[in-house]
């Protein structure tokens, strides 16, 4: 586990204008691309598929609901030292209180994410109960089951109410507006990513989170001065499976739709692969390792249409076999990242980092 | 830029001119970047050519029998596009993996509507993702012409925006149970149903045990996952109930683990798979001694096996693109003639089709005559059901060739 | 039929077990939980393609060019991808073998395609009928293979010097290294054994079965496996491979298709919650 995250315990410094106005071009931006997306135009002009790399809303959407996955997986796993392949089976809870709540009971949608959010602290706290009595691998391992109990929970469930088809969910609505667009879906899922980023961060810089990083990294330091690390563990499940439960609701209302399959064990692999690619510990890598893994595949995608009628292993590799090239790449990524930069894009920034300031203040 | 200068000032407009030195060099960047935009038309129509939709599996376990029908769809635009296009335009097929995942169908379908926008999508090879996204098409602008696999989902109730090009379920049910019955002289027939779990596999029982249910028997089943790789269980089943014949629902794996490991316990079964699993890939996995119990029932005609007119032609369209071996496949002559509907279609819009124009020509009804690749079918405003008449095919492996028993008419009393 | 079921699941649970006992001989000797085992099997079918469908070599040579393959494919995976993450925390070296099993899947399709391909092998396919009950012969060479396989390793482990000095190194590697021993040598020809059994069992259930990159996740299946057999016990892990056939051949006939992975799962569960080092393993105790 990397010894840095991105939590600095620097005393804080005098924030300067110029950082505001960076954060005020940042949220203009930020407002100004779905706009782009969705019109395809930039001032007015438009602009070619391939020069917008391919991306439209439904990519950056689903983008932000797989942040929330991926930092509540970093609190987790990076921060708290609780190696977890289960995140699915949180995401699957969510979908299926949000059909309960939702579909069958008719809640209004901020309920139903509510309702989310606590059966997912509850079944994460079921799920972190193995941590009291093993450790390590065998804690793994629990994860592992507990994902495939889940789902066959989440399965039984869909073909009792539902049917093979899929469990269906109403439209959502915050109170009189309808998110029936996929600009009205960014505006409310940004500021929430933005929410629960700042809520993680600031619960890392307590004096909570601070003795959560130390558990992880010596748990028996921690234990010796008087923190009960079972309690802290089942918290930090606690906390971060209904950030989960809630995105797995948010998924389901997004997609209209949710079966059994979408919650496979890829899909809980999916969000190590981004924590790891971001870096782990570091939140800042966590929406990184998102936004790659998740517009990556479709700007490869889009180069690929670009080659066309070409022949041969160009055919092959492009054409044919789209998606098995994106998966090679992001597999290749993962194993270079591992052997070479274990500390992901957040640790290779921070390495930049360094040597920029070092060549600064030699200079 | 840590700690405060001297001359507060002198540094505010400092860094108020290197940001905007920053903002002038990216406002070039994006205007020389938009000189090479391009006009991108709504509806996929431009001057020279018209853009089409596909979304089917490129990839993953059910791209066995997908990707064929995409190329027999892109050879019948190429045969078109080379005699000259649609009234002067070229037909430009835009083919999106469905990928068998909720995600990617999502994503998939959004850039045809408005990324790379189409004028109508064909395929929807998934039926997952057709009930997901049947109450956007419905309501949207994009029609699907010809799909792959129905569903009752996007085909009920009838929708001018949805047409079916595959044989319905309903059909390939009745047609096989009653040719088998018949063929078999079974007074109470007890039936099998062996289908993956996925919506279609479920109508296609619900539809078999219809079918029987008129000849006083019964019907179980058992299903498997798409992925299965291990059928032990299910051919434990068969073997315990001992129906009279068996009918397969699922993907080129489904039919060859069943027969196989029918095979493998000795057990002798009749057997006929929906008109998906009756491609040459199936026949060549089970072998000679595999495929003497196994046939399937099909609207279209495998490329080869007869020499009507629309048969000839296209086999010499696919020798001619070099598709080795893809004409005997029926879901390539799907594909086919599909691409015959589409075209067909869009060439009555006259110069300037549009999408909302393409509905509006279709909803008034149509007929598609394949000349002898499949019987000729009508859509009108309130059936869009597609190809509605079918016929047993095999597969004799000493001559290599598809063989099919009795001839279309023949079946119309099944599905009447 | 009852008989029917529990001779099949003990079949298919012979071939578990012989996967299982290639990933418990890895993990013993380099403590990594392999979670690309589920790939190699699937390796191993190909590899049976390649040689016999595509070289066209008589099949006892294409026999061993397959075991060949698969243990070269485990020096290699050890010498770049193993040994350079040694002493890394768990997670990295988890993910690594996760994201191995993604490239090699994503590489098998591109090479052989997305659909499986049938294996034609002179393995007997017929069958023995005795009364009500029918044996497929093919179940029955399978099982006597693995059965033959793990005897094999076996008797190699107890009685070769090489074997005697794999199990030291596994016990202490401090000790090896002090007596010379080449520790390194030792891994690479544990991860050697590791894939050629689970090609060994890919053989097999591309056989019965199709050779597809589905049948990763039967070959996962030795995860559970080894796991409720005890994760250090060479034993166990067949005895765990034996257990997890035949009850999930029962689950799927006489529960539910379905239920057959979550039966096994819950399984797992419950060991893991009640006696962790598994049935033949032994408590590890804790170093501070």
Same mark, same amino acid.
């Given at each position: 586990?990397?010894?840095?995250?991105?939590?600095?315990?620097?005393?804080?410094?005098?924030?300067?204008?110029?950082?505001?106005?960076?954060?005020?071009?940042?949220?203009?931006?930020?407002?100004?691309?779905?706009?782009?997306?969705?019109?395809?135009?930039?001032?007015?002009?438009?602009?070619?598929?391939?020069?917008? *790399?391919?991306?439209?809303?439904?990519?950056?959407?689903?983008?932000?609901?797989?942040?929330?996955?991926?930092?509540?997986?970093?609190?987790?796993?990076?921060?708290?030292?609780?190696?977890?392949?289960?995140?699915?089976?949180?995401?699957?809870?969510?979908?299926?209180?949000?059909?309960?709540?939702?579909?069958?009971?008719?809640?209004?949608?901020?309920?139903?994410?509510?309702?989310?959010?606590?059966?997912?602290?509850?079944?994460?706290?079921?799920?972190?109960?193995?941590?009291?009595?093993?450790?390590?691998?065998?804690?793994?391992?629990?994860?592992?089951?507990?994902?495939?109990?889940?789902?066959?929970?989440? *399965?039984?469930?869909?073909?009792?109410?539902?049917?093979?088809?899929?469990?269906?969910?109403?439209?959502?609505?915050?109170?009189?507006?309808?998110?029936?667009?996929?600009?009205?879906?960014?505006?409310?899922?940004?500021?929430?990513?933005?929410?629960?980023?700042?809520?993680?961060?600031?619960?890392?810089?307590?004096?909570?989170?601070?003795?959560?990083?130390?558990?992880?990294?010596?748990?028996?330091?921690?234990?010796?001065?008087?923190?009960?690390?079972?309690? *802290?563990?089942?918290?930090?499940?606690?906390?971060?499976?209904?950030?989960?439960?809630?995105?797995?609701?948010?998924?389901?209302?997004?997609?209209?739709?949710?079966?059994?399959?979408?919650?496979?064990?890829?899909?809980?692999?999916?969000?190590?692969?981004?924590?790891?690619?971001?870096?782990?510990?570091?939140?800042?890598?966590?929406?990184?390792?998102?936004?790659?893994?998740?517009?990556?595949?479709?700007?490869?995608?889009?180069?690929?249409?670009?080659?066309?009628?070409?022949?041969?292993?160009?055919?092959?590799?492009?054409?044919?076999?789209?998606?098995?090239?994106?998966?090679?790449?992001?597999?290749?990524?993962?194993?270079?990242?591992?052997?070479?930069?274990?500390?992901?894009?957040?640790?290779?920034?921070?390495?930049?980092?360094?040597?920029?300031?070092?060549?600064?203040?030699?200079? | 830029?840590?700690?405060?200068?001297?001359?507060? !000032?002198?540094?505010?407009?400092?860094?108020?001119?290197?940001?905007?030195?920053?903002?002038?060099?990216?406002?070039?960047?994006?205007?020389?970047?938009?000189?090479?935009?391009?006009?991108?038309?709504?509806? !996929?129509?431009?001057?020279?050519?018209?853009?089409?939709?596909?979304?089917?599996?490129?990839?993953?376990?059910?791209?066995?029998?997908?990707?064929?029908?995409?190329?027999?769809?892109?050879?019948?635009?190429?045969?078109?596009?080379?005699?000259?296009?649609?009234?002067?335009?070229?037909?430009?097929?835009?083919?999106?993996?469905?990928?068998?995942?909720?995600?990617?169908?999502?994503?998939?379908?959004?850039?045809?509507?408005?990324?790379?926008?189409?004028?109508?999508?064909?395929?929807?090879?998934?039926?997952?993702?057709?009930?997901?996204?049947?109450?956007?098409?419905?309501?949207?602008?994009?029609?699907?012409? !010809?799909?792959?696999?129905?569903?009752?989902?996007?085909?009920?109730?009838?929708?001018?925006?949805?047409?079916?090009?595959?044989?319905?379920?309903?059909?390939?049910?009745?047609?096989?149970?009653?040719?088998?019955?018949?063929?078999?002289?079974?007074?109470?027939?007890?039936?099998?149903?062996?289908?993956?779990?996925?919506?279609?596999?479920?109508?296609?029982?619900?539809?078999?045990?219809?079918?029987?249910?008129?000849?006083?028997?019964?019907?179980?089943?058992?299903?498997?996952?798409?992925?299965?790789?291990?059928?032990?269980?299910?051919?434990?089943?068969?073997?315990?109930?001992?129906?009279?014949?068996?009918?397969?629902?699922?993907?080129?794996?489904?039919?060859?683990?069943?027969?196989?490991?029918?095979?493998?316990?000795?057990?002798?079964?009749?057997?006929?798979?929906?008109?998906?699993?009756?491609?040459?890939?199936?026949?060549?996995?089970?072998?000679?001694?595999?495929?003497?119990?196994?046939?399937?029932?099909?609207?279209?005609?495998?490329?080869?096996?007869?020499?009507?007119?629309?048969?000839?032609?296209?086999?010499?369209?696919?020798?001619?693109?070099?598709?080795?071996?893809?004409?005997?496949?029926?879901?390539?002559?799907?594909?086919?003639?599909?691409?015959?509907?589409?075209?067909?279609?869009?060439?009555?819009?006259?110069?300037?089709?549009?999408?909302?124009?393409?509905?509006?020509?279709?909803?008034?009804?149509?007929?598609?005559?394949?000349?002898?690749?499949?019987?000729?079918?009508?859509?009108?405003?309130?059936?869009?059901?597609?190809?509605?008449?079918?016929?047993?095919?095999?597969?004799?492996?000493?001559?290599?060739?598809?063989?099919?028993?009795?001839?279309?008419?023949?079946?119309?009393?099944?599905?009447? | 039929?009852?008989?029917?079921?529990?001779?099949?699941?003990?079949?298919?649970?012979?071939?578990?077990?012989?996967?299982?006992?290639?990933?418990?001989?890895?993990?013993?000797?380099?403590?990594?939980?392999?979670?690309?085992?589920?790939?190699?099997?699937?390796?191993?079918?190909?590899?049976?393609?390649?040689?016999?469908?595509?070289?066209?070599?008589?099949?006892?040579?294409?026999?061993?060019?397959?075991?060949?393959?698969?243990?070269?494919?485990?020096?290699?995976?050890?010498?770049?991808?193993?040994?350079?993450?040694?002493?890394?925390?768990?997670?990295?070296?988890?993910?690594?073998?996760?994201?191995?099993?993604?490239?090699?899947?994503?590489?098998?399709?591109?090479?052989?395609?997305?659909?499986?391909?049938?294996?034609?092998?002179?393995?007997?396919?017929?069958?023995?009928?005795?009364?009500?009950?029918?044996?497929?012969?093919?179940?029955?060479?399978?099982?006597?293979?693995?059965?033959?396989?793990?005897?094999?390793?076996?008797?190699?482990?107890?009685?070769?010097?090489?074997?005697?000095?794999?199990?030291?190194?596994?016990?202490?590697?401090?000790?090896?290294?002090?007596?010379?021993?080449?520790?390194?040598?030792?891994?690479?020809?544990?991860?050697?054994?590791?894939?050629?059994?689970?090609?060994?069992?890919?053989?097999?259930?591309?056989?019965?079965?199709?050779?597809?990159?589905?049948?990763?996740?039967?070959?996962?299946?030795?995860?559970?496996?080894?796991?409720?057999?005890?994760?250090?016990?060479?034993?166990?892990?067949?005895?765990?491979?034996?257990?997890?056939?035949?009850?999930?051949?029962?689950?799927?006939?006489?529960?539910?298709?379905?239920?057959?992975?979550?039966?096994?799962?819950?399984?797992?569960?419950?060991?893991?919650?009640?006696?962790?080092?598994?049935?033949?393993?032994?408590?590890?105790?804790?170093?501070?």
């Amino acid at each position: 586990m990397t010894k840095h995250s991105s939590v600095s315990l620097k005393p804080a410094q005098p924030v300067s204008w110029q950082r505001w106005v960076w954060v005020a071009l940042a949220v203009v931006l930020l407002c100004y691309l779905p706009i782009v997306l969705t019109d395809r135009a930039i001032f007015g002009v438009r602009l070619s598929n391939m020069q917008l *790399l391919n991306i439209g809303m439904s990519q950056v959407n689903l983008m932000l609901i797989a942040m929330l996955g991926a930092l509540s997986l970093n609190y987790l796993t990076g921060c708290a030292g609780l190696i977890s392949i289960g995140h699915a089976a949180f995401y699957a809870t969510g979908a299926m209180t949000a059909a309960i709540t939702g579909t069958q009971w008719g809640w209004p949608f901020p309920l139903v994410l509510a309702a989310a959010g606590l059966a997912g602290a509850l079944v994460g706290t079921l799920a972190g109960l193995p941590s009291l009595r093993v450790r390590g691998l065998y804690f793994v391992l629990s994860t592992l089951a507990v994902h495939y109990v889940v789902v066959y929970v989440f *399965l039984e469930y869909q073909f009792k109410f539902f049917d093979v088809v899929g469990v269906p969910y109403n439209a959502a609505s915050i109170g009189p507006i309808a998110l029936n667009t996929p600009i009205r879906w960014y505006f409310f899922l940004l500021p929430l990513v933005a929410l629960v980023y700042w809520g993680l961060s600031n619960t890392l810089k307590s004096r909570e989170g601070r003795v959560m990083m130390a558990m992880r990294d010596h748990e028996l330091a921690t234990t010796s001065v008087g923190v009960d690390v079972r309690i *802290l563990r089942l918290k930090a499940f606690a906390f971060s499976s209904s950030i989960a439960a809630m995105a797995g609701a948010l998924y389901a209302y997004f997609m209209s739709n949710a079966t059994s399959e979408a919650f496979g064990i890829n899909f809980a692999i999916q969000f190590i692969a981004m924590i790891i690619i971001g870096g782990m510990g570091s939140l800042g890598g966590a929406l990184v390792g998102a936004a790659l893994w998740l517009l990556l595949p479709s700007i490869i995608s889009g180069f690929a249409t670009q080659a066309g009628d070409a022949t041969g292993i160009v055919r092959l590799l492009l054409v044919e076999h789209k998606a098995q090239l994106v998966q090679m790449i992001f597999g290749v990524l993962i194993i270079v990242l591992l052997i070479f930069a274990p500390g992901g894009i957040a640790g290779i920034g921070h390495k930049l980092r360094h040597r920029w300031s070092a060549g600064k203040d030699a200079s | 830029m840590k700690t405060f200068s001297r001359n507060p !000032g002198a540094s505010v407009l400092h860094s108020l001119l290197s940001h905007a030195r920053l903002a002038a060099i990216a406002g070039v960047g994006l205007t020389a970047a938009s000189g090479m935009a391009q006009e991108v038309p709504e509806d !996929g129509v431009y001057k020279d050519r018209i853009d089409w939709g596909i979304l089917m599996d490129l990839s993953g376990p059910t791209s066995a029998s997908q990707a064929p029908w995409v190329k027999g769809f892109q050879d019948y635009m190429r045969k078109i596009n080379e005699a000259g296009g649609i009234n002067g335009r070229k037909v430009n097929v835009l083919a999106e993996d469905n990928r068998f995942n909720a995600a990617t169908d999502k994503i998939a379908y959004e850039k045809l509507v408005s990324q790379t926008p189409v004028i109508a999508i064909s395929g929807m090879g998934s039926s997952a993702s057709q009930v997901a996204l049947a109450p956007t098409i419905k309501a949207g602008k994009v029609p699907i012409v !010809g799909t792959y696999t129905p569903t009752k989902a996007l085909s009920e109730p009838v929708s001018p925006m949805v047409y079916n090009g595959f044989c319905g379920y309903k059909q390939m049910a009745q047609a096989g149970i009653g040719f088998y019955v018949d063929q078999l002289k079974l007074k109470a027939p007890k039936v099998m149903t062996v289908a993956i779990e996925t919506a279609g596999g479920k109508e296609y029982h619900d539809f078999v045990a219809e079918a029987v249910a008129k000849y006083g028997g019964t019907a179980t089943s058992v299903t498997m996952k798409v992925t299965a790789v291990d059928v032990t269980p299910q051919v434990q089943e068969i073997m315990a109930q001992k129906p009279d014949f068996i009918t397969i629902y699922g993907v080129n794996n489904t039919a060859v683990l069943t027969m196989k490991a029918l095979a493998q316990f000795g057990v002798k079964m009749p057997a006929f798979g929906i008109t998906y699993l009756g491609s040459p890939a199936v026949y060549q996995a089970l072998g000679a001694q595999g495929s003497a119990d196994y046939n399937f029932i099909s609207c279209f005609t495998p490329g080869g096996s007869d020499q009507s007119t629309g048969n000839r032609e296209m086999s010499a369209a696919a020798d001619k693109f070099g598709r080795v071996g893809l004409k005997e496949d029926i879901n390539y002559v799907s594909g086919w003639v599909t691409g015959q509907m589409a075209a067909e279609s869009l060439a009555k819009l006259g110069n300037s089709p549009t999408r909302a124009k393409l509905v509006e020509s279709m909803a008034k009804g149509f007929t598609v005559d394949s000349k002898g690749l499949a019987a000729p079918f009508s859509y009108t405003p309130d059936n869009h059901n597609g190809p509605t008449v079918l016929k047993m095919f095999g597969y004799d492996h000493a001559t290599s060739k598809f063989k099919h028993f009795g001839d279309y008419s023949d079946y119309a009393k099944y599905t009447k | 039929m009852l008989a029917q079921v529990l001779f099949s699941g003990l079949a298919l649970g012979s071939i578990y077990g012989l996967v299982a006992l290639g990933f418990a001989v890895v993990f013993k000797a380099t403590e990594v939980f392999n979670f690309a085992q589920g790939m190699f099997v699937v390796c191993g079918a190909y590899l049976a393609i390649t040689g016999i469908s595509l070289l066209n070599l008589p099949f006892p040579l294409a026999m061993l060019s397959m075991v060949l393959a698969a243990a070269l494919l485990g020096v290699l995976i050890h010498m770049f991808l193993i040994q350079p993450v040694a002493g890394q925390p768990m997670l990295v070296v988890i993910m690594l073998t996760i994201a191995l099993s993604i490239v090699l899947r994503a590489a098998i399709e591109i090479i052989f395609g997305s659909q499986g391909r049938t294996l034609n092998t002179p393995l007997p396919s017929g069958v023995f009928k005795i009364g009500e009950l029918r044996i497929s012969q093919l179940h029955l060479t399978a099982a006597l293979v693995s059965w033959g396989c793990m005897a094999a390793f076996g008797a190699f482990f107890r009685f070769t010097s090489v074997g005697l000095l794999m199990r030291a190194t596994a016990d202490s590697h401090e000790a090896a290294v002090v007596s010379g021993v080449n520790v390194n040598m030792m891994n690479r020809l544990a991860w050697a054994i590791g894939v050629v059994l689970a090609a060994v069992g890919g053989l097999f259930l591309g056989q019965l079965q199709i050779a597809s990159t589905e049948l990763e996740t039967i070959g996962l299946l030795a995860l559970p496996a080894v796991v409720i057999g005890g994760m250090q016990s060479i034993p166990g892990a067949i005895v765990g491979g034996l257990l997890v056939g035949v009850i999930e051949q029962l689950a799927a006939s006489y529960i539910s298709p379905k239920s057959s992975d979550i039966v096994i799962y819950a399984l797992l569960l419950l060991i893991l919650m009640v006696r962790p080092w598994g049935l033949f393993g032994q408590r590890e105790l804790g170093r501070v």
